[in-house]
Nanobody
Framework: QVQLVESGGGLVQAGDSLRLSCVVS????????MAWFRQAPGKEREFVAG??????SIRYADSVKGRFTISRSNTELYLQMNGLKPDDTAVYYC????????????????WGQGTQVTVSS
């Protein structure tokens, strides 16, 4: 079992930066591949970025490439978000799965409760 708790969201202006964190706990937490997803009001949850166990394989959604950076330690997952845009407004979730990084929401076993990011124009 893996427990995920996100933090770091908030209200910022366009162009600002935020760093999200996700504390990962559980006996085998360090063996899971991790990802960030987001869900805007009225939209489906979408993949943002993913990172494998050792951090050597990283994948980003096209919409955040060059602006967001995912990283991890054994106990935390991070998402550094620079150059934020109003379109980045969403609830951000971290997720974990034991198989390789996948962009599909249904492939992830464990989820956090989410943290709200709001970007004003």
């Amino acid at each position: 079992q893996v427990q995920l708790v996100e933090s770091g969201g908030g209200l910022v202006q366009a162009g600002d930066s935020l760093r999200l964190s996700c504390v990962v706990s559980g006996r085998t937490a360090s063996t899971y591949n991790m990802a960030w997803f987001r869900q805007a009001p009225g939209k489906e949850r979408e993949f943002v970025a993913g990172i494998n166990v050792l951090g050597g394989s990283i994948r980003y959604a096209d919409s955040v490439k060059g602006r967001f950076t995912i990283s991890r330690s054994n106990t935390e997952l991070y998402l550094q978000m620079n150059g934020l845009k109003p379109d980045d407004t969403a609830v951000y979730y971290c997720a974990a799965r034991q198989l390789s990084i996948d962009v599909r929401t249904r492939e992830y076993t464990f989820w956090g409760q989410g943290t709200q990011v709001t970007v004003s124009s």
